[in-house]
């Protein structure tokens, strides 16, 4: 019977870099979960106060003239209901003493709820003067139980102004994570008041209640014909929350997408780790194959290493997860934001995911390591193992090769097909091809690594001297284990500048057509206003600049008139963020964009003959800019057109975000200011338009979700970190008689240590020049694709970011070879003796 052959396993401490990683990915995984898991909690417990005190949730259709009827339908009946009540979809500003303002969500109480019933403090309202406001409302408008709010009469129903005081407070959502819409308790008493004549009750959506003890879902399961659904209350909130979260695919989307990098990262740095371990084993297998071990034997060797580390770093990840998604909850119950701790979502997905992804992703990274090390010849145990200089592309090579010019030609054809409105696919091929043809780049990595690390050897040999060289010359020695390392650091980097490219060049396209659309901040329009309403809303803190002006229409064969701005060019360089349409508006011009121009039926270059002021015809010549929202004359244009009879107008220009002009003041302060001067004294009919709003939302929603993919994309760059700390560190060991050797010649441990120093910066080096490379064309692809269809896309490079990435690049490199020059340095020249492994 055959002996056995004993195969020991690896030290885990030469795969505790490739635990790291898997930790950190699957601990992703488990966050991501996990927040998903918080958010659809959040949004069920405030779909739940919708249906605060309902058993079932109705909907009935409506006719037109019941829309539009002015007296109520009767509510609906159910057998086996003891109450119905309309289901609120309104909202109600509340104003207070304090001058705080709200807008509230409306939501109905049950009929015959009185008393202290689900309230925190006070009483029900119970006089159409009273009201039960919710703690998130309560605080949002600085009241408490015994003040007063009012509902202004510009925002009331009846055209009058109420008065209430406030008699209860009732809870707040529990569980509201991501915080809560701040709600008022409609009741019957104050319905009328709070919601007009109709009280609410002209809609197709109905609650009820059934008598305790009684099975609503029975209730529902009899109720339900003609036309008429009835669902209960748990169905109708799970229902609600689902369709929130459909408007969140997007954003599940891009989240999606950054768990792939994240597990791509991992799955890269961890199949780097087991072929440098497995090359640095080949002796010690082949000697197994020599002494009787099988190739299923060695097999089993790779296979229970990955399993092994698989499992361990994913379990690690998992519970890590959880602990800090754990922490967070604390931590914001601790600053308040939460009233208290909540406990972790605990399921079955949050558990599973992140330990089924960190084990597959290993063992599908030990696929490659696993085939080379089964080739292992029983001869290579009697002779060194020099390393492998390979000639010409080989298999691999023109793999790689191959699916960089598919990955690209799919991208290409993606981003055309995105651009001519085929969006979803177009989307979907340029993806594709970014990650088929970043996996040839890695694929080809092993070929191009020798002759670009030369040449940046060669410049750094002039510098760092003998080091250098010594580095330069490791790094071509072995292309294999370089390439591991440069993989790791390229991920990071291309990530990196990708969405720097990206964003940049989506603010600046985004920023370009709204300055297009809409250059002037905002335009005040009103039948009549004050001569200095000018001045007032310059007087508005947080504005730059208001200039006043005038309007008019004019009939130009279109089915509506068009609506003519007068402004001067100076005034255009004043208040636009597009002061070069100044040296287009000339006499006799009138200058609008092409969307305004197509939906009059007018050209550009074409000449219109309108009725002047003084009945004769005047020649106004079509001049398109760009997709300008609004049609400019100059004053002396408008006058002929329409002489005195034209309504003012004020173009005014917001202060810079930043400035000290605009300290503490948000868009929304200037818009809040603006709509309470205009509808004060002197005023009629007046209107104001805030393209300026529309422009600073875009840059804030743009600022946030850069922040937010720039937390993302931490994880991603602290695993290609570790990667190279890694690749390194093992490189060290496998040296060890090379390192022992230098030591016996006389080089000084210094020296040791910047080998290993510049041996890292220069594969960083190389690594972030591809990085940047890469991480530019898939930026400018990707946005093209994403935004390509809808606006003109302005390719910008942010070279202050993209030089930023390369220096942390470098500092990187630099930084992960401290740990394996210090293991280098402190190399014992006898060790040039001894065996290595």
Same mark, same amino acid.
């Given at each position: 019977?055959?002996?056995?052959?004993?195969?020991?396993?690896?030290?885990?401490?030469?795969?505790?870099?490739?635990?790291?990683?898997?930790?950190?990915?699957?601990?992703?995984?488990?966050?991501?979960?996990?927040?998903?898991?918080?958010?659809?909690?959040?949004?069920?417990?405030?779909?739940?106060?919708?249906?605060?005190?309902?058993?079932?949730?109705?909907?009935?259709?409506?006719?037109?003239?019941?829309?539009?009827?002015?007296?109520?339908?009767?509510?609906?009946?159910?057998?086996?209901?003891?109450?119905?009540?309309?289901?609120?979809?309104?909202?109600?500003?509340?104003?207070?003493?304090?001058?705080?303002?709200?807008?509230?969500?409306?939501?109905?109480?049950?009929?015959?709820?009185?008393?202290?019933?689900?309230?925190?403090?006070?009483?029900?309202?119970?006089?159409?003067?009273?009201?039960?406001?919710?703690?998130?409302?309560?605080?949002?408008?600085?009241?408490?139980?015994?003040?007063?709010?009012?509902?202004?009469?510009?925002?009331?129903?009846?055209?009058?102004?109420?008065?209430?005081?406030?008699?209860?407070?009732?809870?707040?959502?529990?569980?509201?994570?991501?915080?809560?819409?701040?709600?008022?308790?409609?009741?019957?008493?104050?319905?009328?008041?709070?919601?007009?004549?109709?009280?609410?009750?002209?809609? %197709?959506?109905?609650?009820?209640?059934?008598?305790?003890?009684?099975?609503?879902?029975?209730?529902?399961?009899?109720?339900?014909?003609?036309?008429?659904?009835?669902?209960?209350?748990?169905?109708?909130?799970?229902?609600?929350?689902?369709?929130?979260?459909?408007?969140?695919?997007?954003?599940?989307?891009?989240?999606?997408?950054?768990?792939?990098?994240?597990?791509?990262?991992?799955?890269?740095?961890?199949?780097?780790?087991?072929?440098?371990?497995?090359?640095?084993?080949?002796?010690?297998?082949?000697?197994?194959?020599?002494?009787?071990?099988?190739?299923?034997?060695?097999?089993?060797?790779?296979?229970?290493?990955?399993?092994?580390?698989?499992?361990?770093?994913?379990?690690?990840?998992?519970?890590?997860?959880?602990?800090?998604?754990?922490?967070?909850?604390?931590?914001?119950?601790?600053?308040?934001?939460?009233?208290?701790?909540?406990?972790?979502?605990?399921?079955?997905?949050?558990?599973?995911?992140?330990?089924?992804?960190?084990?597959?992703?290993?063992?599908?990274?030990?696929?490659?390591?696993?085939?080379?090390?089964?080739?292992?010849?029983?001869?290579?145990?009697?002779?060194?193992?020099?390393?492998?200089?390979?000639?010409?592309?080989?298999?691999?090579?023109?793999?790689?090769?191959?699916?960089?010019?598919?990955?690209?030609?799919?991208?290409?054809?993606?981003?055309?097909?995105?651009?001519?409105?085929?969006?979803?696919?177009?989307?979907?091929?340029?993806?594709?091809?970014?990650?088929?043809?970043?996996?040839?780049?890695?694929?080809?990595?092993?070929?191009?690594?020798?002759?670009?690390?030369?040449?940046?050897?060669?410049?750094?040999?002039?510098?760092?001297?003998?080091?250098?060289?010594?580095?330069?010359?490791?790094?071509?020695?072995?292309?294999?284990?370089?390439?591991?390392?440069?993989?790791?650091?390229?991920?990071?980097?291309?990530?990196?500048?990708?969405?720097?490219?990206?964003?940049?060049?989506?603010?600046?396209?985004?920023?370009?057509?709204? %300055?297009?659309?809409?250059?002037?901040?905002?335009?005040?329009?009103?039948?009549?206003?004050?001569?200095?309403?000018?001045?007032?809303?310059?007087?508005?803190?947080?504005?730059?600049?208001?200039?006043?002006?005038?309007?008019?229409?004019?009939?130009?064969?279109?089915?509506?008139?068009?609506?003519?701005?007068?402004?001067?060019?100076?005034?255009?360089?004043?208040?636009?963020?597009?002061?070069?349409?100044?040296?287009?508006?000339?006499?006799?011009?009138?200058?609008?964009?092409?969307?305004?121009?197509?939906?009059?039926?007018?050209?550009?270059?074409?000449?219109?003959?309108? %009725?002047?002021?003084?009945?004769?015809?005047?020649?106004?010549?079509?001049?398109?800019?760009?997709?300008?929202?609004?049609?400019?004359?100059?004053?002396?244009?408008?006058?002929?057109?329409?002489?005195?009879?034209?309504?003012?107008?004020?173009?005014?220009?917001?202060?810079?975000?930043?400035?000290?002009?605009?300290?503490?003041?948000?868009?929304? %302060?200037?818009?809040?200011?603006?709509?309470?001067?205009?509808?004060?004294?002197?005023?009629?009919?007046?209107?104001?338009?805030?393209?300026?709003?529309?422009?600073?939302?875009?840059?804030?929603?743009?600022?946030?979700?850069?922040?937010?993919?720039?937390?993302?994309?931490?994880?991603?760059?602290?695993?290609?970190?570790?990667?190279?700390?890694?690749?390194?560190?093992?490189?060290?060991?496998?040296?060890?008689?090379?390192?022992?050797?230098?030591?016996?010649?006389?080089?000084?441990?210094?020296?040791?240590?910047?080998?290993?120093?510049?041996?890292?910066?220069?594969?960083?080096?190389?690594?972030?020049?591809?990085?940047?490379?890469?991480?530019?064309?898939?930026?400018?692809?990707?946005?093209?694709?994403?935004?390509?269809?809808?606006?003109?896309?302005?390719?910008?490079?942010?070279?202050?970011?993209?030089?930023?990435?390369?220096?942390?690049?470098?500092?990187?490199?630099?930084?992960?070879?401290?740990?394996?020059?210090?293991?280098?340095?402190?190399?014992?020249?006898?060790?040039?003796?001894?065996?290595?492994?």
């Amino acid at each position: 019977m055959a002996r056995r052959v004993p195969v020991k396993l690896t030290p885990l401490r030469r795969h505790l870099a490739a635990v790291v990683t898997i930790a950190l990915s699957c601990a992703f995984v488990a966050v991501m979960v996990l927040a998903g898991n918080l958010m659809q909690a959040s949004l069920r417990s405030q779909a739940s106060q919708q249906y605060e005190g309902a058993d079932l949730a109705i909907e009935r259709p409506m006719t037109d003239e019941q829309w539009s009827s002015q007296t109520p339908p009767a509510p609906p009946e159910i057998e086996g209901a003891d109450a119905v009540w309309p289901q609120l979809m309104d909202y109600i500003q509340l104003d207070s003493a304090t001058g705080s303002s709200a807008v509230l969500s409306a939501s109905m109480r049950p009929p015959g709820a009185s008393g202290q019933d689900g309230l925190s403090e006070g009483t029900a309202a119970s006089s159409a003067s009273e009201v039960v406001l919710d703690e998130n409302a309560a605080e949002a408008l600085e009241v408490a139980v015994g003040d007063a709010v009012v509902l202004p009469a510009d925002h009331s129903a009846s055209g009058a102004e109420h008065r209430f005081t406030v008699v209860g407070i009732a809870p707040a959502p529990t569980g509201a994570v991501f915080g809560g819409t701040p709600q008022i308790l409609v009741s019957e008493a104050n319905a009328e008041a709070l919601l007009g004549p109709t009280a609410g009750a002209i809609t %197709d959506r109905w609650l009820a209640s059934v008598p305790a003890g009684t099975d609503p879902a029975t209730v529902a399961a009899q109720a339900a014909g003609d036309g008429t659904t009835v669902r209960t209350v748990d169905e109708a909130e799970e229902e609600s929350a689902s369709q929130i979260m459909r408007g969140f695919g997007a954003l599940a989307m891009m989240l999606a997408v950054f768990v792939v990098i994240a597990l791509f990262t991992s799955a890269v740095v961890i199949a780097n780790t087991f072929a440098v371990t497995v090359a640095q084993r080949t002796r010690s297998l082949a000697l197994l194959r020599t002494l009787g071990a099988t190739r299923s034997q060695v097999r089993g060797v790779v296979l229970r290493e990955s399993l092994t580390v698989g499992v361990i770093g994913a379990v690690l990840g998992m519970l890590g997860g959880h602990l800090l998604t754990q922490a967070a909850l604390a931590a914001a119950a601790g600053l308040g934001w939460l009233d208290g701790v909540l406990l972790v979502p605990l399921g079955l997905w949050s558990v599973a995911l992140p330990v089924l992804a960190g084990v597959a992703i290993t063992l599908a990274a030990s696929l490659a390591p696993m085939r080379s090390a089964t080739r292992v010849a029983p001869l290579q145990a009697l002779r060194p193992a020099p390393p492998v200089l390979r000639r010409g592309l080989g298999i691999r090579g023109m793999l790689g090769l191959i699916g960089v010019a598919a990955g690209i030609a799919i991208m290409v054809a993606g981003t055309v097909l995105a651009v001519n409105q085929v969006a979803s696919l177009g989307i979907l091929l340029a993806l594709a091809g970014g990650v088929i043809s970043f996996s040839g780049v890695l694929l080809t990595l092993v070929i191009i690594t020798r002759p670009l690390s030369a040449i940046v050897g060669r410049i750094i040999s002039r510098v760092g001297g003998l080091p250098a060289r010594i580095a330069s010359a490791n790094v071509a020695r072995n292309p294999r284990r370089s390439a591991a390392t440069i993989a790791a650091l390229l991920i990071g980097t291309t990530l990196m500048t990708m969405m720097a490219v990206g964003a940049r060049t989506a603010e600046e396209t985004l920023t370009s057509e709204l %300055d297009s659309r809409r250059p002037i901040d905002m335009v005040v329009s009103a039948a009549d206003m004050p001569q200095d309403a000018a001045a007032q809303i310059m007087a508005i803190r947080g504005m730059d600049t208001a200039i006043a002006s005038a309007r008019g229409d004019i009939e130009v064969g279109s089915t509506e008139p068009m609506t003519l701005y007068s402004a001067t060019p100076e005034t255009v360089r004043e208040v636009s963020h597009r002061p070069e349409m100044a040296d287009e508006l000339v006499d006799g011009v009138v200058l609008l964009g092409q969307e305004r121009a197509e939906s009059f039926g007018v050209t550009d270059g074409q000449v219109l003959s309108v %009725d002047g002021a003084d009945g004769s015809p005047y020649e106004l010549r079509v001049q398109i800019d760009a997709n300008l929202q609004m049609s400019l004359v100059t004053p002396s244009t408008l006058e002929q057109l329409h002489g005195d009879e034209t309504s003012p107008v004020v173009l005014a220009d917001f202060a810079d975000p930043g400035t000290p002009a605009r300290e503490g003041v948000a868009a929304l %302060d200037l818009v809040d200011a603006v709509n309470e001067q205009i509808n004060g004294n002197g005023y009629s009919e007046a209107s104001a338009d805030f393209g300026g709003m529309e422009r600073e939302s875009y840059g804030q929603i743009l600022t946030i979700l850069l922040g937010i993919t720039v937390g993302l994309l931490a994880v991603a760059v602290l695993v290609a970190l570790v990667g190279v700390a890694n690749t390194l560190s093992l490189g060290v060991i496998e040296r060890t008689g090379e390192n022992a050797l230098l030591r016996a010649l006389g080089t000084t441990r210094g020296q040791m240590r910047a080998m290993l120093g510049w041996e890292g910066m220069l594969l960083a080096l190389v690594g972030a020049v591809l990085g940047i490379v890469l991480g530019s064309a898939y930026g400018v692809l990707g946005i093209e694709a994403l935004l390509g269809s809808a606006y003109p896309v302005s390719i910008t490079i942010p070279w202050a970011q993209v030089g930023l990435v390369l220096v942390l690049a470098v500092l990187a490199g630099g930084l992960a070879s401290v740990l394996p020059g210090r293991t280098a340095a402190r190399t014992a020249p006898a060790a040039a003796l001894a065996a290595n492994e």
